[in-house]
């Protein structure tokens, strides 16, 4: 197979994708024009912008825009929570993600498999308004599901909103309520398509179904799995500003642990914005976003280079 | 085999993506080519005809303004309006209707990439991004033009919106003052006994006084163990305007309704660590909701709900009319502050005129036009006369025959938000002198020794925007008493301290300084 990769196509063989070429140029032009050109634009994080002089003819700013987000006594604490959530929601989300997927599709009734697989999808597609007030039904100081619990068995009533020891567990459960029916799609549309000849042939060798997740299965996801995780690494300076904001109901004292990049960038420039300094975090969190990927795809393809993506 | 396959993946995923995110997201660069700064005709030299053009072509006037909701009848309402303008002004209008959900979105949008407006309303929060950007053009240089706006609006109110020199927009007609109140249920008030006589002249010189409304919120609790005694998102604490000149943003403020000209750090203050201190006796005592700090629905939905006996807000002169026709109960109203005019508030938005404007001398005369003529104002608020209001018997506007709340097709009731509700209307329900009322009111506050000076944040922007982060964090905490003020004050201090207070009070001293020495 390696050899059959190396040969050259002779003119000839060219020609026959043509056709598929052509194809692709609605797609690249779309690319070009949406994401590509737009990228010069990043030249705003570094100007004093005003709308006369436009984009490019507004007077250099140097890194003054930066300013407000790197000094600040809150980088640190907001840069820690950023990464630090990120990576617990990749590994947690990848993780369930994958242990549904595989159960799924190992359901052999047609209809209930369809079932499963919408509802588990279906938080994904709930605003995450509408998911905060879900969660503040269950933890309202007043009238919330726990608190109810808890005084019903004599207990102290907790003060959900005022303790941040609790959050970092409630953001990553409700993350992953909220986002692990996407990674499972994909997931679930790499498992069904594994050859059932496999499967058969291990069952004959007598491998029994651990073993036959174990050997099978899961080699057979990795790819999807690096995907998803470099695609994961490359936002792993954004945050879901929904989920920090809404979710803990913009409650002070939990900012310690609650506070990400994007939800201090809206508070910080809630009043007196500007575009310059807007554009600035967008780039800061781009640039470090860019140099990660770059590394992660780096020690993947260290490791095992059929599995880089570039 | 393995390359294909990741490949087919990631082609999955993003599509996937571009599927499911639709149009959110990506909020990137939108400015566009913003070149196109129209010549507009200059400034008039002298004795410039300021008169109306009533011949040529007619403009047409992009008026950007807030609504409560969508209305049906937008399209009726922009007729009507383009009618009225055709007639005096000879100027067509494209009504931009917007909400405050997504006004600051869209404006932000509008401006950055010039795209054509003339004249909206914009917030002080942005000035002095909207002047740095150039969105905004100067108003001195149309005076001429603005002669009516001055007769509404006095001299003193008229520069109100001077930042630097640079004269940002015009207020509009409301109240000038925000003291702080407490609004209560007028039933259940009445059947414990209390008179709104008992509660007057509480005043922050005798905190004494204050504890009549601990009191009160005791027998309510008392009478109704299961009612919310005290909730909605505003504490004594962030009602900032109610006790001091706040000077744009509370970071350096001039103490006791601004009648001093030395700017001071008003958290460290005895006043706020008393108003901290209240809160957490409500807090403490269970008159507060327990979810108060992180409740975002404001006290008028809480009582219109049922189980709730009062919230703060700054009263004005026809409080009790609006709370009941928006909570349907009548309530009273127990003063907790004196009013005082500062800039801030009056300024707090103003009508401005964009500078991607393509003829600023008729938007100009639009602006001036708007300040004074009363149909207009009503249009925009109440909507179409005699579709959806009409004039009852006493002067007022009231709902037609037949129409309510939930079948009107345009009611904004945004009057303070209008240019000049004054001109127009009152809703049903008001006093029939309720504007002479307003004036009176308004000539009667104290006013800043301030007044007129608004700061330019420019150079303290960085300390600002790093404040602003503080103070949302701590805010509801302290001011609801969910922390207890001996601790969490300082603890406020010192993170505000570290983000640059003390470089702002200064800034804030030396431009007032400035802005004195000028005066005189």
């Known amino acids: 197979m390696k050899q059959e990769k190396k040969k050259k196509l002779t003119p000839a063989q060219y020609k026959q994708f043509i056709p598929l070429y052509i194809m692709m140029i609605p797609g690249l032009l779309y690319l070009l024009v949406n994401n590509y050109i737009p990228m010069t634009g990043i030249v705003v994080a570094f100007k004093k912008y005003n709308v006369n002089d436009g984009i490019y003819g507004s007077p250099w700013n140097g890194f003054k825009n930066f300013e407000y987000l790197l000094t600040s006594n809150d980088a640190f604490t907001i840069i820690r929570n950023t990464f630090l959530y990120n990576v617990a929601f990749i590994i947690v989300n990848n993780i369930v993600g994958i242990i549904l997927a595989i159960m799924i599709c190992d359901v052999a009734h047609k209809s209930l498999k369809k079932l499963y697989q919408s509802s588990i999808l279906l938080p994904f597609l709930v605003s995450i308004v509408v998911t905060s007030y879900i969660v503040f039904a269950f933890l ?171 | 085999m393995k390359a294909k396959k990741i490949f087919a993946t990631l082609m999955a995923a993003t599509m996937a993506a571009t599927v499911l995110a639709g149009c959110g997201g990506s909020s990137g660069s939108s400015a566009g080519s913003s070149a196109s700064a129209p010549a507009s005709q200059e400034t008039a030299s002298g004795e410039a005809d300021t008169s109306i053009d009533m011949e040529g072509e007619p403009y047409t006037v992009n008026f950007c303004y807030l609504v409560a909701q969508e209305g049906a009848d937008q399209q009726k309402v922009n007729e009507a309006v383009n009618e009225l303008t055709m007639r005096e002004l000879n100027m067509k209008v494209n009504m931009i209707p917007m909400t405050f959900g997504t006004y600051s979105n869209q404006i932000q949008l509008m401006l950055s990439s010039g795209e054509d407006l003339d004249i909206f309303p914009a917030f002080a929060a942005n000035m002095a991004d909207y002047i740095t950007s150039q969105y905004i053009v100067d108003l001195n240089d149309y005076e001429p033009y603005l002669t009516g706006v001055m007769d509404v609006m006095g001299e003193e109110d008229y520069y109100a919106g001077t930042v630097a020199g640079f004269l940002t927009g015009f207020p509009r007609m409301q109240e000038r003052g925000y003291p702080a109140g407490l609004v209560v249920r007028k039933d259940i008030f009445d059947e414990l006994g209390y008179k709104i006589e008992d509660f007057a002249g509480i005043r922050p010189d005798n905190w004494d006084d204050y504890q009549k409304v601990t009191d009160l919120f005791a027998a309510v609790h008392e009478a109704y163990p299961d009612m919310v005694v005290l909730d909605g998102t505003v504490s004594l604490g962030t009602s900032t305007y109610a006790w001091t000149d706040v000077l744009s943003d509370t970071f350096g403020v001039l103490e006791n309704y601004g009648q001093t000209t030395t700017v001071t750090n008003w958290f460290e203050t005895d006043q706020f660590y008393q108003l901290a201190k209240l809160h957490r006796t409500w807090f403490e005592n269970g008159y507060e909701s327990a979810d108060i700090a992180t409740n975002t629905d404001s006290g008028e939905i809480k009582m219109k709900a049922g189980n709730c006996f009062s919230f703060l807000l700054y009263y004005k002169p026809n409080t009790a ?178 983000a640059g207070l003390q470089t702002v009070i200064d800034e804030k001293q030396k431009q007032l300084d400035e802005w004195l020495a000028a005066q005189n």
Request: hydrophobic share 40%; net charge negative; proline share 3%.
């Open chain 2, 321 to 498: 009319a609006e709370k009941l026709s928006q909570t349907g109960y009548e309530v009273e109203v127990i003063e907790l502050s004196d009013a005082c005019k500062m800039t801030t508030g009056v300024a707090s938005a103003v009508f401005s005129i964009a500078n991607a404007s393509k003829d600023k001398v008729k938007a100009a005369q639009f602006l001036n036009w708007a300040y004074t003529n009363g149909e207009f104002n009503d249009l925009i608020n109440w909507g179409v006369e005699g579709l959806d209001w009409v004039e009852d018997e006493n002067g007022n506007a009231c709902y037609p025959e037949g129409v309510t709340a939930a079948t009107c097709g345009y009611h904004n009731d945004y009057g303070w938000i209008y240019p000049n509700q004054f001109a127009g209307h009152a809703w049903v329900g008001n006093d029939a002198d309720i504007w002479d009322q307003y004036k009176v009111y308004n000539d009667s506050m104290m006013t800043s020794k301030a007044y007129g000076f608004q700061l330019d944040t420019t150079p303290v922007a960085t300390e600002i925007a790093q404040l602003n982060t503080v103070w949302s964090q701590y805010q509801k905490d302290v001011c609801f008493g969910i922390l207890d003020p001996d601790t969490a004050i300082k603890e406020m201090n010192d993170a505000m301290y570290a």
């Open chain 1, 140 to 310: 309202s100081h007043e009238n919330g599901m726990f608190n109810a619990f808890l005084t019903s068995h004599g207990q102290e009533k907790i003060f959900w909103y005022n303790t941040p020891k609790y959050w970092p567990f409630i953001l990553i459960l409700v993350n992953c309520w909220k986002g692990v029916g996407y990674g499972t799609l994909i997931y679930i549309a790499t498992v069904s398509g594994i050859d059932g000849t496999f499967y058969e042939a291990a069952a004959l060798d007598g491998a029994n179904k651990w073993q036959q997740i174990t050997n099978i299965t899961l080699p057979f996801l990795i790819p999807s799995v690096i995907t998803l995780l470099l695609m994961s690494i490359g936002r792993i300076f954004y945050s879901d500003f929904g989920l920090f904001y809404q979710i803990p109901q913009n409650s002070g004292t939990l900012f310690p642990v609650t506070n990400t990049i994007d939800t201090y960038v809206y508070r910080a420039l809630i009043s007196s914005g500007g575009i310059g300094r807007s554009s600035a975090a967008g780039v800061f969190q781009s640039v470090v976003g860019f140099t990660l990927v770059c590394f992660s795809n780096w020690i993947v393809s260290r490791i095992s280079p059929d599995n880089a993506i570039f």
